[in-house]
């Protein structure tokens, strides 16, 4: 079965092949899945890290046999961002970037040789979700903008982001809000969350539509034009700066 990885740092994953087509979601560096579909510049695939589908485009991935490397180690980029290089280039990938090799060990991906400079990764098998350390690793995020789609701190959206700050610890989550509200445990009241915690928002027809990070009964972090903290109450949450209510809380889940 030929797979799909990708071979820069962070490449847009649309929903038809084509450029004009809308970015669902993303893969980084060394992420991949099984391929689905060719086109003439772009290639289907189903992710391995989630089970989400999208084509992404053919100069950005490689098309290989197997997946390069110790895909599945558990080890990710821990900083903001660090480098590796392809094919020689040096080039800056984000946090949560799977660490495929040892650091300066290379690997080969089709015609794409990869090395890490990862001194230390982020071990998310041994991560242990403590308060603290979901609180520490959700507020590197603070301040990256919003992008729809997104997967990183070059720009993330709500439930990339509470997707992401999970595999810090080994815990995989699906990529869409209403699909990882689908997982979990529910939570009956506000004040029995804790931190961690995932509160779901939905719209006026009912559909869930974001996802947040709770740190405490009146508190959540979330990306919403940025990711960013507000306040929460049993109606939703409230914009720190402006006061305003801004999104309807629907469920609250636990996972760990």
Same mark, same amino acid.
């Given at each position: 079965?030929?797979?799909?990885?990708?071979?820069?740092?962070?490449?847009?994953?649309r929903?038809?092949?084509?450029? @004009?087509?809308e970015?669902?979601?993303?893969l980084?560096?060394?992420?991949?899945g +099984?391929?689905?579909?060719?086109?003439e510049?772009?290639? @289907?695939? #189903?992710?391995?890290? !989630?089970?989400?589908e999208? &084509?992404c485009?053919?100069?950005?991935?490689?098309?290989?046999?197997?997946?390069?490397?110790?895909?599945?180690?558990?080890?990710?980029?821990?900083? &903001?961002?660090?480098?590796? /290089?392809?094919?020689?280039?040096? =080039?800056?990938?984000?946090m949560?970037?799977?660490?495929l090799?040892?650091?300066? +060990?290379?690997?080969?991906?089709?015609p794409?040789r990869?090395?890490?400079?990862?001194?230390?990764a &982020?071990?998310?098998a041994?991560?242990?979700?403590?308060?603290? =350390?979901?609180?520490?690793r959700a +507020? #590197?995020?603070?301040?990256?903008?919003? /992008? &729809?789609?997104?997967?990183?701190?070059?720009?993330?959206?709500?439930?990339?982001?509470?997707?992401?700050?999970?595999?810090?610890? *080994?815990?995989?989550?699906? #990529? !869409?809000?209403?699909?990882?509200?689908?997982?979990?445990?529910?939570?009956?009241?506000?004040? +029995?969350v @804790?931190c961690?915690? /995932?509160?779901f928002?939905? *719209?006026?027809?009912?559909?869930?539509?974001?996802?947040?990070i /709770?740190? *405490?009964?009146?508190?959540?972090?979330?990306?919403?034009?940025?990711?960013?903290?507000?306040?929460? !109450?049993? =109606?939703?949450?409230i914009?720190?700066?402006?006061?305003?209510?801004?999104?309807?809380? #629907?469920?609250?889940?636990?996972?760990?």
């Open positions: 079965m030929p797979f799909v990885v990708c071979c820069v740092p962070v490449s847009p994953m929903a038809e092949s084509s450029h @004009k087509s970015m669902i979601s993303q980084l560096l060394g992420e991949g +099984e391929l689905l579909d060719e086109a510049y772009f290639v @289907k695939l #189903r992710g391995r890290h !989630d089970g989400y999208g &084509w485009q053919r100069s950005q991935v490689a098309i290989v046999d197997a997946m390069p490397g110790h895909w599945d180690n558990n080890l990710y980029v821990g900083d &903001w961002t660090d480098k590796v /290089l392809i094919n020689g280039v040096a =080039a800056r990938v984000p949560g970037t799977p660490v090799a040892p650091a300066q +060990e290379p690997i080969q991906a089709g794409y990869l090395a890490y400079a990862v001194g230390s &982020w071990n998310a041994t991560a242990k979700p403590t308060p603290e =350390a979901i609180k520490a +507020e #590197r995020f603070l301040n990256t903008p919003y /992008l &729809w789609g997104g997967r990183s701190i070059f720009g993330i959206d709500c439930s990339g982001f509470c997707q992401t700050v999970y595999r810090f610890f *080994n815990i995989p989550l699906l #990529r !869409d809000a209403y699909l990882q509200a689908t997982q979990g445990e529910s939570v009956g009241f506000l004040q +029995e @804790k961690g915690d /995932l509160a928002f939905d *719209n006026a027809e009912g559909r869930i539509t974001h996802v947040g /709770l740190l *405490n009964e009146s508190e959540i972090i979330h990306a919403s034009g940025k990711v960013r903290i507000d306040k929460i !109450d049993n =109606a939703g949450i914009n720190t700066d402006t006061g305003l209510r801004t999104h309807q809380l #629907r469920i609250i889940k636990r996972y760990f």
